[in-house]
């Protein structure tokens, strides 16, 4: 990338050592200024993605496995958010897609993809935000694994393609797709 581009080069690099890897954190940032807008729902997204890439199901980390949940919950927060009328207040995840977006814009979410957002809801909801020692929390925590986690990266990423194909009326554009062509069910 040219240190002449129209944004930070080290704005970027930071990204990178935040990241704690190169993949993807150059590409989202060429796609996010190509289009000149500061593009948080995409960064939380690249971020999951990055984290995700280095767990396997041998070396699964619960706490990188939360991590994941909040920056996909995140991303998709805002990533309805974008796509709302205007408000004062913004409602919650599960609220923007099941109400939201279906009152604004007519989209209605797959009932599939709205009840595996509902699970990793709770999970966000109850251990990301609270995380303190109790017997329900330590149970829930137990749930967490990596096959559940890539549950959430494809339920993650069929939000953002049904959004996306909504936004671009079925024509996503190239380089914005090539974020998510990566089958997580098969990991």
């Known amino acids: 990338m040219n240190k002449n581009e129209d944004f930070d080069y080290n704005e970027m ?12 954190v150059e590409k989202y940032y060429i796609v996010a200024k190509k289009d000149s807008v500061f593009n948080l729902h995409f960064r939380y997204w690249a971020e999951a993605f990055n984290k995700f890439q280095s767990l396997n199901e041998n070396n699964f980390c619960l706490e990188e496995g939360l991590i994941i949940i909040n920056c996909l919950c995140n991303s998709l927060a805002i990533l309805a958010g974008m796509n709302m009328k205007a408000r ?3 409602p919650g995840l599960v609220e923007l897609y099941e109400k939201t977006l279906k009152k604004d814009k007519k ?11 509902k699970e990793m809801n709770n999970y966000y909801n109850n251990l990301s935000k609270h ?5 329900w929390r330590k149970a829930m925590l137990k749930e967490i694994t990596y096959k ?16 996306l194909n909504k936004k671009y009326n079925d ?3 190239e380089d914005k797709l090539c974020f998510f062509d990566h089958n997580f069910l098969d990991s």
């Open 13 to 24: 690099k930071m990204a990178e050592a935040a990241s704690g890897t190169f993949d993807y």
């Open 88 to 90: 004062n207040n913004v």
């Open 107 to 117: 989209w209605i979410i797959d009932s599939e993809l709205l009840k595996d957002l």
């Open 131 to 135: 995380l303190n020692q109790v017997d």
């Open 148 to 163: 559940k986690i890539c549950k959430y990266m494809n339920t993650a990423k069929e939000i953002w393609l049904w959004i």
């Open 171 to 173: 024509n996503i554009p």
